[in-house]
């Protein structure tokens, strides 16, 4: 069997920086996140933020077993970016 990748319509690229993660017996749950502070400006004209917004960009559902899979080949891909790092010293 051949396999094809292909980009949906609807593909973007979009950085983050969080995830909101979650696994039980019925669903695997990742929601990728970046965080949106929201600025202000005092009136002397000095700007500030009292207030982050934690933007969901996406909201993947997956079965237990994907959510096993898909945690395993990121671990993976972590103990090789590890084991780089390490003959980088």
Known sequence: MKLEIVTDPE????????????LNPNFGQVALTYDQPEFKV??????????????????ARLS?????????T????VQQ????LKRQK
């Open 11 to 22: 593909f973007r690229t979009v950085h983050i920086d969080g995830a909101i993660v979650t």
């Open 42 to 59: 005092h009136q002397n004209g000095e700007i500030y933020t009292d207030k982050i917004q934690k933007r969901v960009v996406i909201d």
């Open 64 to 72: 237990p077993e994907a959510f096993r899979a898909l945690a395993c």
């Open 74 to 77: 990121m671990m993976e891909h």
């Open 81 to 84: 970016y590890d084991e780089w």
